[in-house]
């Protein structure tokens, strides 16, 4: 098969080497040849083992899962900061497989549903489209659209689980994709044994995330303990009423009701790092039910406000 040097030097030698392969996620510990991983369009970075030599890399029939996966339940979400658009990879429009895809000019109000795949053991260590290296470890993405890099909140839709995760690469090119994720970031969804799963994609604004982030960690700052001596009195009733009870009524948000406990105790550790209120898994039978409270009622506002940009949009109250 020939090109000319144009498309030599659009894509490089990695991407058109991908030309011969195709590519979706299966959910085989060891996939087949059509998981997307294989349409990423970044030049290869040095060799890291001997199935780099001579194209090995591309002559694999699929993709695979890491020999001895590690515990990356811990892995932190990608922290949203304001970064330059990467100098590769942000082509307003760029073609791949005969079809031409354009780039967005900014990531602004991005919101989507879609399925997501995901990525792993083939293109660890590899140049990602902007020229990073791929860490199949780290909470990243790949899309077809979004500016690179671009910081966006990913939402199972099946069991609530949310991640953050930044965007350097390009894919998914089947058109029933919307997102290619990390083995990492798949793994806090879980669907890695599925190979892909129902996805919400929010782009994230870097400066009102950190602005939000200030006012919730301000809030959970405890007060200084002013108390005298001269006023035991009005200390001890404070005691036996908090503050979270002192102005009447106080309720509970519910966020998800799941059948598998592990699922809503893993749901609500994530969630406690991310918002500056109380998080509860309740039991009924069977069921599992994530809930954020005790909650003031005069704070419910502030509560919902701080799940909604924690990725948690149907929410209702349980009293």
Sequence with gaps: MKYDAKVWQQLGWAALMLVVVSGCASH???????????????????????????????????????????????????????????RAGNRSTYEVWGKTYHVLPNAEGYSKQGLASWYGEKFHGYATSNGEIYDMYKM????????????ARVTNERNGQSVIVRVNDRGPFHSDREIDLSYAAAARL???????????????????????????????????????????????????????????????????????????QKMRSQLSNAIPHDVRVNQDDDIYRVQVGPVAADQESDARKALHDAGFTDVFIVR
């Design 28 to 86: 085989q510990p060891t996939r087949d040849s059509s998981e997307p991983a294989q349409e990423r369009t970044g030049e290869s970075a040095a060799p890291t083992n001997d199935r780099d030599t001579a194209g090995g890399r591309y002559a694999m029939s699929g993709d695979a899962y890491p020999l001895e996966p590690p515990d990356v339940s811990s892995v932190p979400d990608a922290v949203p900061r304001n970064e330059p658009l990467s």
């Design 140 to 151: 990243s993405a790949a899309h077809r659209s979004l500016p690179l890099p671009t910081f």
């Design 190 to 264: 879980d669907i890695l044994d599925e190979g892909t799963g129902a996805v919400k994609v929010e782009a994230i604004n870097p400066e009102q995330w950190q602005a939000q982030r200030s006012r919730d960690t301000s809030r959970s700052t405890p007060v200084p303990d002013t108390t005298t001596a001269s006023s035991t009195e009005s200390a001890a009733q404070g005691r036996d009423n908090p503050p979270s009870e002192s102005t009447g009524e106080v309720v509970y948000l519910q966020i998800a009701a799941l059948g598998d406990p592990q699922n809503a």
